[in-house]
């Protein structure tokens, strides 16, 4: 068993891989971190596979490809590489992101040290080094419609699940994480369970972060360790595609499931700091 085993999902990202496979390496051999690379990617038509062969040839046993022969969502090839990994501790990672600045050592020994944390996520710079609001409060089924006039014609809306005083300078608890990077003790798989595989793409973190919740543990909010994110936001892009579209009946899936049409009371055991 490893300290910790990198969950990367991968679609068509060979752009990035390299940097962030390397980020990777770089900052555990610093810290002197026992890790593993689990790579699952989705059925890339764009020539990925020489990245992962490169990796493969370096790491060793540490990198593990599970390649599959079509794009299978976010749920299902999670879940594999979930199945898979051998570490003490996971981190959900996607493609297009690159460890940063901050001790990753010290954001596991973080979790080592409160059994009431489940989730810890970092901090996500965007390329031009801006905060990503990552974090956010439950969202209503109505607050996520008032976002249709900004993805359908680009008008400006307020987002009413965000926090007013984001980014926070300290670590803080908050509702919802997006999986970009995750970071969390094996056990928590145990206690709450896999992806929902029912979802396809999205939004399963939204999903998660709920279930976290309910079962009594935190999402810390963890600036000290940051993480670059050159987020894609592909059903942002075109908002009437088939993503799109499978996000949207993501969305009625989870409120089906969870509830919190109109009010988000009652999504958690616990209230924030």
Known sequence: MCDLS???LTWNSKKFLSDCFGS???KCQAEGIDFEIIVVDNGSSDGSEV???QFQNSLGDRFN??????NTGTTYPRNLGLKAAKGRHICILDSDTEIGEGSLQGALARLAGDKSIGLLVPKLLLPDQSVQNSVKRFPTFWQK????PKALFGVQVRNLDFYADFPFATERPVDTAISACWLFRRELVEL????DEKIFYSPEDLDYSVRVRKAGKQILYYPPLTVLHHTQQISHRKPFSKVSLSHFGGLLYYYRKHGGWFSAKGLSRQTDA
Not at 65 to 70: D, V
Not at 145 to 148: I, Q, T
Not at 192 to 195: F, I
């Open 192 to 195: 709450v369970g896999y992806l």
């Open 65 to 70: 490809c599970l390649r599959l022969g079509k």
């Open 51 to 53: 990245i992962f062969d």
């Open 6 to 8: 990198f969950i990367i």
């Open 145 to 148: 419609l008032s976002k249709l």
């Open 24 to 26: 990777i390496v770089a």
